[in-house]
């Protein structure tokens, strides 16, 4: 699924066309396993922010790419 949403990103031009979708998918879930390693050493790693970190540091922001939302009024 997850190499899916990233092969998705890279036919929209979000991700560079040489980037391996699955070895990218693959490297994710490393260091999601690696970080579940180290919370069970030391509870107090924020798991999630440092995922979201590689997530923006890779992939860019969430938002990237998606269309401007007007502003109200």
Known sequence: MFT???ERRR???LLSPDVDPEALARAFQ???DGLQLQWMLEPDVDMAAVVDALF???L???DAGAPATP???
């Open 71 to 73: 502003a109200p009024g």
């Open 60 to 62: 860019g922001p969430a």
């Open 4 to 6: 899916a949403a990233l």
């Open 30 to 32: 490393a260091v999601a």
């Open 56 to 58: 923006t540091a890779l």
């Open 11 to 13: 036919q929209d031009g």
